[in-house]
């Protein structure tokens, strides 16, 4: 099992930043990829950022690309997602998922954290 525990949301403006952690544990050695995704209300849960372990590629939603970063930090077993100039369409639920392939379909990740909300004001 891999055990996934995000922190780090809350509320700011828009054009704020907020920095989402996600602590990572148990079997890791089975997961390839960890990867950011947001769910709000009444809308389907979309892929935001994603990083293959394999090779360190990342990839973006075209709704993030520039705005947001995804990193980890291996020696710590913790994604990150730096999120800059925050926008009111970004408030939803974020969820960190680990899985084996590179991608941003919520149908190919295994594990999933509880997820931490993030709200922006306008």
């Known amino acids: 099992q891999v055990q996934l525990a995000e922190s780090g949301g809350g509320s700011v403006q828009a054009g704020g930043s907020l920095r989402l952690s996600c602590a990572t544990s148990?079997?890791?050695?089975?997961?390839?990829?960890l990867t950011w995704f947001r769910q709000a209300p009444g809308k389907e849960r979309e892929g935001v950022a994603g990083i293959y372990g394999l090779d360190g590629n990342t990839y973006y939603a075209d709704s993030v690309k520039g705005r947001f970063t995804i990193s980890q930090d291996n020696a710590k077993n913790t994604l990150y997602l730096q999120m800059n100039n925050l926008k009111p369409e970004d408030s939803a639920m974020y969820y960190c998922a680990a899985g084996r392939i590179a991608s941003l379909r919520p149908e190919e990740f295994s594990y999933w954290g509880q997820g931490t909300q993030v709200t922006v004001s306008s």
């Open positions: 148990g079997y890791t050695y089975v997961i390839y990829s």
